[in-house]
């Protein structure tokens, strides 16, 4: 019933910047605070960023904070991950997610929803 959809990465240079989508299939997305989260090669899923439901909220992880810009479209049941002067250490798989609670608790890693990820590799 709910589906979460990313798109957008590809294969970019240093200093590059990208813009992820987020669809969602999700009868409470006003409500519902959106996040994104990146998994690189033998390392554990990290926190990127997370956007409340009004989106007057947001809150970035130290590593992108300054280069990365969450944001969401509530007609459109979108929500969006603009990354500029991405580095190396960004590359990896980008996933979205969704917690019908609190966009707070996303900051720790809690969510409804899932999505099932899009690949960004940024080359040095």
């Known amino acids: 019933q709910v589906q979460l959809v990313e798109s957008g990465g590809g294969l970019v240079q240093a200093g590059d910047s990208l813009r992820l989508s987020c669809a969602a299939s999700l009868r409470t997305f006003s409500s519902s605070g959106m996040g994104w989260f990146r998994q690189a090669p033998g390392k554990e899923r990290e926190f990127v960023a997370a956007?409340?439901?009004?989106?007057?909220?947001?809150t970035y992880a130290d590593s992108v904070k300054g280069r990365f810009t969450i944001s969401r479209d509530n007609a459109k049941n979108t929500v969006y991950l603009q990354m500029n002067s991405l580095i190396a250490e960004d590359t990896a798989v980008y996933y979205c997610?969704?917690?019908?609670?609190?966009?707070?608790?996303?900051?720790?890693?809690?969510?409804?929803?899932w999505g099932q990820g899009t690949q960004v590799t940024v080359s040095s």
């Open positions: 956007i409340s439901g009004s989106g007057r909220i947001t």
């Open positions: 997610a969704a917690d019908r609670t609190s966009s707070s608790r996303l900051r720790v890693g809690i969510a409804d929803y």
